[in-house]
């Protein structure tokens, strides 16, 4: 995963799509996006419970438009729901200002052992 910068000093996680990403039809593999989407909200999940283990339980994933060569791909991130135990998040895929992929997610926050 690459990682794209921001202002603020916070990052946005991304990829920069290369040929072994893409699939017969030549647009980047949904499971290359749904890592991405994981992987994001993951780490969204850690900063918010100030790094307390978590795993995701729930993924789903929508696909909204094609992803080429050469293009990159930024997770947009946002928390919906923080309980004790659950995080709900929704992220949101783009290259640039076009949306490629939508995904909602449920994390549970792990004990410490």
Known sequence: MNWSG???????????????????????HGGLLATLADQ???????????????????LNMQFVGAVRLGEFVEAHCEIVRITRAIIFMQ??????????????????????G
């Open 6 to 28: 921001r202002s603020g000093g916070s990052v946005t996680p991304g990829v920069v799509v290369e040929a072994r990403h893409l699939n017969f039809a030549d647009i980047v």
């Open 40 to 58: 994001a909200m993951g780490m969204t999940a850690l900063r918010a419970t100030g790094n307390k283990p978590h795993a995701t339980i729930e």
């Open 91 to 112: 992220c949101k895929l783009v290259v640039g200002t076009r949306a490629v992929a939508n995904a909602t997610g449920i994390w549970k926050i792990r004990g410490e």
